[in-house]
């Protein structure tokens, strides 16, 4: 059962909205703005696609949600989406340090990808496939937004099979979308493609980058997501009234709740905390233990492979 979300968010959710705000990004509209919350639970977020279901047509509800740290995480910390994150602030910040495992961002991704074939996720609530099959049993549509990159599509979706998800069946139906990797806008025309050139100024876009989408799966290489939700809302072949968006990263829940609510649509976002504590371990404790399972695992690859 699905209990009625809170509307009081308790983290720096306001902050990143209040900078959005300030830089003209979007004006807030009561008719609009749906609420913004944190959340560890997911029933929350089925609370509110009910919500909308009692307003709209289930169909022409979207429910977005991220992939790490909100429907799955890693079995162990090497390769989770914290220990990512250490990683690109240690060669950005701390290029000697004996933790680093790659040279460069572009080394980081391959290390990464290797780490995403060989390892296997959990939900970080048990009952978080469960939890998704009733919402898509509503007939509402869903859209799997991740930073990911399209070259890690295999490992995701054989992670979301073991996990008994299966968004391919509720997927927002598309049109002029390639199979395979594509371009998400042309800078020089991004009407196009669902943006405005203020937009592309707003949001920092310069040269696209390949994504995919392929089996409700959005694949955006760590570009802008409020922005390529945005392009795949302008290829729908359903006109959508109302998103509910689910995602662990404060930036991302801020970026794309500011870019939905330009565009005038019902949306209520959701901050998921459920990971936080591991999230904080993490950060704050000692690393010792993934840089010795690195190192094991670099010293049987370079034995196997000589």
Not at 115 to 143: A, D, E, F, K
Not at 201 to 216: A, F, T, V
Request: hydrophobic share 40%; net charge negative; with cysteine.
């Amino acid at each position: 059962m699905f209990a009625v979300p809170s509307r009081c968010p308790k983290s720096t959710l306001y902050g990143w909205i209040s900078v959005l705000l300030v830089a003209g990004l979007v004006q807030v509209s009561p008719s609009a703005a749906g609420g913004l919350s944190d959340t560890d639970d997911f029933a929350e977020v089925g609370a509110a696609v009910v919500q909308y279901a009692h307003k709209f047509d289930p169909a022409r509800i979207l429910v977005v949600l991220d992939i790490d740290n909100t429907l799955l995480a890693m079995n162990t910390p090497l390769g989770s989406d914290q220990w990512f994150e250490w990683q690109r602030y240690l060669i950005e910040n701390e290029p000697k340090s004996k933790f680093r495992v790659a040279d460069s961002f572009a080394g980081l991704l391959e290390a990464q990808g290797l780490l995403y074939n060989i390892s296997h996720m959990h939900p970080p609530q048990p009952n978080l496939p469960g939890l998704v099959r009733r919402l898509q049993q509503l007939g509402i549509r869903t859209l799997v937004l991740t930073s990911r990159g399209p070259e890690y599509r295999a490992a995701t979706e054989r992670e979301f099979k073991l996990n008994h998800y299966d968004f391919a069946k509720s997927a927002l139906p598309v049109h002029n979308i390639p199979c395979g990797e594509y371009l998400p806008y042309d800078p020089n025309k991004p009407e196009a493609d669902g943006l405005t050139a203020g937009e592309l100024k707003l949001y920092h876009l310069n040269s696209p980058r390949p994504i995919s989408y392929e089996d409700g799966i959005l694949m955006t290489a760590g570009q802008h997501k409020g922005a390529m939700l945005l392009t795949i809302l302008h290829d729908a072949q359903e006109d959508i009234d109302a998103i509910v968006y689910d995602d662990d990263n404060e930036r991302h829940v801020a970026n794309v709740y500011a870019a939905v609510l330009a565009r005038g649509k019902e949306i209520t976002a959701f901050h998921y905390t459920r990971e936080d504590n591991n999230v904080k371990k993490f950060n704050y404790g000692s690393k010792d233990d993934v840089n010795r399972r690195w190192k094991q695992l670099s010293n049987v690859l370079e034995e196997v492979l000589q």
